[in-house]
Nanobody, 115 residues
Framework: QVQLVESGGGLVQPGGSLRLSCVVS????????MSWYRQAPGKQRELVAT???????NYADSVKGRFTISRDNAENTAYLQMNSLKPEDTAVYYC?????????WGQGTQVTVSP
């Protein structure tokens, strides 16, 4: 059974930083493209960043230059480093894994950016 467990969310002031982690179990991590999505209240879930198995990276325009996605295949973990956070970054952040075997979601972690 594939499981994704996120951590690292919390309350931070504007301009602050957080680092999200996503640990994957039950799957060969290196075979998965990894993504972070987010969903703010009343809005659709949106793609934030993706890192492929070949480490190709894409970001949403709204986070370019502020967020960094990375992966550690030895630790079965994907990361999202978030700097210069803004109130509009407030959302539940979800980890997503995709491979030929299917796709899987984590339970989400809340990020709140507020003075």
């Amino acid at each position: 059974q594939v499981q994704l467990v996120e951590s690292g969310g919390g309350l931070v002031q504007p301009g602050g930083s957080l680092r999200l982690s996503c640990v994957v179990s039950g799957s060969i991590f290196s075979f998965n493209d990894m993504s972070w999505y987010r969903q703010a209240p009343g809005k659709q879930r949106e793609l934030v960043a993706t890192i492929t198995t070949k480490r190709r990276i894409n970001y949403a325009d709204s986070v370019k230059g502020r967020f960094t996605i990375s992966r550690d295949n030895a630790e079965n973990t994907a990361y999202l480093q978030m700097n210069s956070l803004k109130p509009e970054d407030t959302a539940v952040y979800y980890c997503h894994a995709f491979s030929m075997r299917g796709d899987y979601w984590g339970q989400g972690t809340q990020v709140t950016v507020s003075p």
